[in-house]
Nanobody
Framework: QVQLVESGGGLVQAGGSLRLSCTASESVFRRKTMGWYRQAPGKQRELVASLIDGGSRVYADSVKGRFTIARTANGFTVFLQMNSLNPEDTGVYYC?????WGQGTQVTVQG
């Protein structure tokens, strides 16, 4: 079974940027669908951005124009570039591929 590892979270001031990475143990992102989710304290996990079949991109309304999802050509890694961060973006961010989830990476935005 493929394994996913996220990295890149941290503490940032409002208006700042972070780039999250999701690296898979196999080259699965070139033609398959994956998603970045986040879970804020006390809230349900929500879809932030998705890469459809390795190409098309879908974003939650709350992050459109600020976040960008992209993958490496070899299909091992997907990035989530997050700009203009605000405190509402705080949460644990998870990488998802099918039934597989990464361990999550914490993003904290101080306003």
């Amino acid at each position: 079974q493929v394994q996913l590892v996220e990295s890149g979270g941290g503490l940032v001031q409002a208006g700042g940027s972070l780039r999250l990475s999701c690296t898979a143990s196999e080259s699965v992102f070139r033609r398959k669908t994956m998603g970045w989710y986040r879970q804020a304290p006390g809230k349900q996990r929500e879809l932030v951005a998705s890469l459809i079949d390795g190409g098309s991109r879908v974003y939650a309304d709350s992050v459109k124009g600020r976040f960008t999802i992209a993958r490496t050509a070899n299909g091992f890694t997907v990035f989530l570039q997050m700009n203009s961060l605000n405190p509402e973006d705080t949460g644990v961010y998870y990488c998802n591929f099918g039934e597989v989830w990464g361990q999550g990476t914490q993003v904290t935005v101080q306003g």
